[in-house]
Nanobody
Framework: QVHMVESGGDTVPAGASLRLSCAAS????????MAWFRQAPGRDREFVAY????????VHADSVKDRFTISRVNYQNIVSLQMNSLQPEDTAVYYC???????????????WGQGTQVTVSS
């Protein structure tokens, strides 16, 4: 099992930037695809971004494309999400996911972090 801890969530005004981090430990994390999801109050958890095990391939949801960027540093077992031009609709709890796979969409693995809250005020 992979243990993941997210950090970096905060309350910011619209237009601000945040950088979320996911510190992973356990199995050989560097061999696993990783992803970020988010869940707003009263809504289903939704896919945000995916990164392949070596960082060569990334996919971002249309709603965050050109604003958010996923990256990873394998020797540190850290996956990051750089979020720019934040909007109130980005308000959610952001979760790190590990061990999934991507075909035509990202299929989540069974390893989840506890989440970090991002709140964007208008």
């Amino acid at each position: 099992q992979v243990h993941m801890v997210e950090s970096g969530g905060d309350t910011v005004p619209a237009g601000a930037s945040l950088r979320l981090s996911c510190a992973a430990s356990g199995r050989t994390v560097s061999r696993y695809a990783m992803a970020w999801f988010r869940q707003a109050p009263g809504r289903d958890r939704e896919f945000v971004a995916y990164i392949s095990w070596n960082g060569a391939n990334t996919v971002h949801a249309d709603s965050v494309k050109d604003r958010f960027t996923i990256s990873r540093v394998n020797y540190q077992n850290i996956v990051s999400l750089q979020m720019n031009s934040l909007q109130p609709e980005d308000t959610a709890v952001y979760y790190c996911n590990g061990g999934g796979y991507y075909t035509t969409q990202y299929n989540a693995g069974g390893d989840w972090g506890q989440g970090t809250q991002v709140t964007v005020s208008s």
